[in-house]
C-alpha cells in the first residue's frame, strides 16, 4: 500500500493551495481517507476525512469552511483544497487511511496507512 502526497508550497496569507494524494496497493471503498498535519512543536492533529464509497466530509473546526476533502475514484486520489490560508496552518501535511469501525476518523493512532508529508508554509 502506497499513499503519496504532493502539492505543498508557499503561499501568502489568503491565498490557496491544493494538496493531492495518490493512494495504490489496495481499494479503499471501505476506508477513511484523512489529512493531518503537524506544525513544528505539536503534536500531529486531525485536519479532514472522507469516506471514501460514500463520500461524507468530516472537518476539524479550524478549517471548516476554509478547506475541502475530496476523492476521485477514476485516478485513486483523494485532494484537500486550502482556500483562505492563514499562517497557522504552515505545517507538513500527510494523508493517511484507515478501515472504518466506527467514528475514530479524527484519532491519529487509529489509522493504518500513512504518506509522506508535503510542506505548507503560509507567509504573512
Known amino acids: 500500500v502506497q499513499l503519496q502526497a504532493s502539492g505543498g508550497g508557499l503561499v501568502q496569507a489568503g491565498g490557496s493551495l491544493r494538496l493531492s494524494c495518490a493512494v495504490s496497493?489496495?481499494?479503499?471503498?471501505?476506508?477513511?481517507m484523512g489529512w493531518f498535519r503537524q506544525a513544528v512543536g505539536k503534536e500531529r492533529e486531525f485536519v479532514a476525512a472522507?469516506?471514501?464509497?460514500?463520500?461524507?466530509?468530516y472537518y476539524a473546526d479550524s478549517v471548516k469552511g476554509r478547506f475541502t476533502i475530496s476523492r476521485d475514484n477514476a485516478n485513486n486520489s483523494v485532494y484537500l483544497q486550502m482556500n483562505s490560508l492563514k499562517p497557522e496552518d504552515t505545517a507538513l501535511y500527510y494523508c493517511?487511511?484507515?478501515?472504518?469501525?466506527?467514528?475514530?476518523?479524527?484519532?491519529?493512532?487509529?489509522?493504518?496507512?500513512w504518506g509522506q508529508g508535503t510542506l505548507v508554509t503560509v507567509s504573512s
Open positions: 493517511a487511511a484507515k478501515l472504518i469501525t466506527g467514528w475514530d476518523y479524527n484519532v491519529r493512532g487509529r489509522y493504518d496507512y
Open positions: 496497493g489496495r481499494t479503499f471503498s471501505s476506508y477513511y
Open positions: 472522507i469516506r471514501w464509497s460514500a463520500g461524507i466530509t
